[in-house]
């Protein structure tokens, strides 16, 4: 095994690691925190999560494990190791449909729409428009989430099949 395959792939599991741990923590605390309070202190909390996690830490961890995933799966495969190659290639499909297209055709979109709400001063308007944003965009982070997690662990049974090789 090469030591840039193998350094690749110890990235990935870094970067998935990363990406399954961000998910995780809104879909266990973030969103539960936000669904406890005054629904007009949510909606501004999440506006202004929204802008700053648009930031140069969460892009390389988001973007970047698909994309190093998938290097590293062509060295691995150029290498002869296969089973390595193929688990990586894997971590990187179900990270592409489970996390980064959720992200894109759910969550931004109703992050967006949320972004441009005039938060409502009558509290109960407040609260069906921080109902209608929570519930679904915290399901679509639980899809994302698992997404993640299965990510990871192709890619940890990657390094154990690249140990055994």
Known sequence: MTALALTLTIVTLVLAGAMAGFFYAYSMSVMWALDAADP?????????INIVVRNAIFFPAFFGTPVVALVAAGLWWKQGAGQVALLLALAAIVYLAGTFLITI???????EALAIATIPADPE????????YSGPWTMWN?????????????????LYAAGQA
């Not at 308007?125 to 209608?132: G, N, P, V």
């Open 105 to 111: 055709v759910a969550n931004v979109p109703m992050n």
């Open 40 to 48: 007009k202190a949510a909606i501004a909390s999440m506006q202004s």
């Open 125 to 132: 308007q407040a609260r069906t428009l921080w109902q209608h």
């Open 142 to 158: 639980h899809v994302r989430t698992l997404a993640s997690f299965v990510s990871l662990l192709l890619v940890g049974w990657a």
